[in-house]
């Protein structure tokens, strides 16, 4: 099959297929490696692969999870995010290409090399069946994450799916606070009364939380500054009241020089025609124990700002970033995941 008429045939007609199933098209594993090197196929995901003309779309997506997941297992998680066509995945493990999945309590978990399983109670109501594959729905994946996720990456999800539609805030509210025994539901509780839908990047929901473990006042995210000649500029995180500006420059977000020099003839524009001022966060002003951003938003703002709350550092490696801040439950109590 091709797409295009010209194009050359498509390895394996262009369906997703698996690394055991690769010598069935007269692919060798190094004849593989070597299509991957030079750009021929796209990995999905760990031992999935299609060729890297077939766009990127959901239905690629759920053809490649359908070849690894078990008749009984439900999709979930960030890989139920990524079905959507959400990148949720902590900076971390953008790479780990490993399908999460569940199966309902008192059945076999998901044992697959490459895939990440567990066991969780879940209603009927929290699944739906898309194209051949059952799936959390986006209000449960949400809240999942919201209770599974190291907060600030918790919160990028969850504003992600507000951002996108495919949850409503105040339902998303109403659906955690009906949760009762879950692991991190505290958490997903807090979170959720935060949600912001007007958020448009990862780095402004952690810079966005930070703002608010300092105490101080919400900003208003994506605000519009429209100059004389009606163009519009919009600032990630202000205080419009008081003319100062908070932006995320993050090297995730801002990799190249014409990227950052767009958003300095930007706030250099707003600073010298209305008297805009700025506080830029960056990764390491937001994450771990520097506290010039927080301080620096709280003077600009007329604000006093406190410190953070226990949680916000990640986790040490080998430690538990499900639950920050707080121990496991005893064994002897029932905890529903």
């Given at each position: 099959?091709?797409?295009?008429?010209?194009?050359?045939?498509?390895?394996?007609d262009?369906?997703?297929?698996?690394?055991?199933?690769?010598?069935?098209?007269?692919?060798?594993?190094?004849?593989?490696?070597?299509?991957?090197?030079?750009?021929?196929?796209?990995?999905?995901f760990?031992?999935?692969?299609?060729?890297?003309?077939?766009?990127?779309?959901?239905?690629?997506?759920?053809?490649?999870?359908?070849?690894?997941?078990?008749?009984?297992a439900?999709?979930?998680?960030?890989?139920?995010?990524?079905?959507?066509?959400?990148d949720?995945?902590?900076?971390?493990?953008?790479?780990?290409?490993?399908?999460?999945?569940?199966?309902?309590?008192?059945?076999?978990?998901?044992e697959?090399?490459?895939?990440?399983?567990r066991?969780?109670?879940?209603d009927?109501?929290?699944?739906?069946?898309?194209?051949?594959?059952f799936?959390?729905?986006?209000?449960?994946?949400?809240?999942?994450?919201?209770?599974?996720?190291?907060?600030?990456?918790?919160?990028?999800?969850?504003?992600?799916?507000?951002?996108?539609?495919?949850?409503?805030?105040?339902?998303?509210?109403?659906?955690?606070?009906?949760?009762?025994?879950?692991?991190?539901?505290?958490?997903?509780?807090?979170?959720?009364?935060?949600?912001?839908?007007?958020?448009?990047?990862?780095?402004?929901?952690?810079?966005?939380?930070?703002?608010?473990?300092?105490?101080l006042?919400?900003?208003?995210?994506?605000?519009?500054?429209?100059d004389?000649?009606?163009?519009?500029?919009?600032?990630?995180?202000?205080?419009?009241?008081?003319?100062?500006?908070?932006?995320?420059?993050?090297?995730?977000?801002?990799t190249?020089?014409r990227?950052?020099?767009?958003d300095?003839?930007?706030?250099?524009?707003?600073?010298?025609?209305?008297g805009w001022?700025?506080?830029?966060g960056?990764?390491e002003?937001?994450?771990?124990?520097?506290?010039?951003?927080?301080?620096?938003?709280?003077?600009?703002?007329?604000?006093?700002?406190?410190?953070?709350?226990?949680?916000?550092?990640?986790?040490?490696?080998?430690?538990?970033p499900?639950?920050?801040?707080?121990?496991?439950?005893?064994?002897?109590?029932?905890?529903?995941?």
């Amino acid at each position: 099959m091709r797409l295009h008429a010209g194009m050359p045939e498509l390895i394996n007609d262009g369906s997703p297929f698996t690394t055991e199933h690769a010598p069935s098209i007269g692919l060798t594993p190094k004849m593989l490696r070597l299509r991957l090197d030079q750009g021929l196929l796209r990995r999905e995901f760990r031992n999935v692969y299609v060729d890297a003309a077939v766009p990127d779309s959901r239905r690629t997506r759920l053809r490649a999870l359908a070849l690894v997941t078990p008749d009984n297992a439900i999709v979930c998680d960030e890989t139920a995010a990524w079905v959507r066509g959400l990148d949720v995945f902590a900076p971390g493990r953008r790479r780990d290409l490993a399908p999460s999945m569940l199966v309902r309590h008192g059945t076999a978990r998901v044992e697959r090399p490459g895939s990440s399983g567990r066991q969780a109670i879940i209603d009927p109501d929290d699944v739906e069946y898309v194209d051949g594959l059952f799936v959390t729905t986006p209000l449960r994946t949400a809240s999942d994450l919201l209770r599974r996720m190291y907060r600030p990456y918790a919160l990028a999800a969850a504003d992600a799916f507000a951002h996108a539609g495919l949850i409503d805030v105040d339902e998303m509210i109403d659906y955690v606070a009906r949760l009762k025994g879950y692991r991190g539901i505290v958490q997903a509780r807090s979170l959720a009364a935060v949600v912001d839908a007007r958020t448009q990047a990862p780095g402004e929901s952690w810079q966005r939380l930070r703002i608010l473990d300092a105490g101080l006042p919400p900003p208003t995210p994506q605000f519009e500054v429209v100059d004389d000649f009606g163009r519009s500029y919009f600032i990630d995180l202000p205080y419009p009241d008081v003319l100062v500006g908070t932006e995320y420059d993050g090297r995730e977000f801002h990799t190249d020089d014409r990227h950052r020099q767009h958003d300095r003839e930007r706030r250099t524009y707003l600073s010298d025609l209305y008297g805009w001022r700025w506080v830029i966060g960056t990764r390491e002003r937001i994450f771990g124990d520097d506290v010039s951003f927080r301080a620096r938003a709280g003077d600009a703002a007329g604000h006093h700002a406190v410190g953070a709350p226990v949680g916000h550092t990640p986790p040490a490696r080998g430690g538990n970033p499900l639950v920050e801040g707080r121990q496991p439950p005893p064994r002897r109590h029932w905890v529903r995941r």
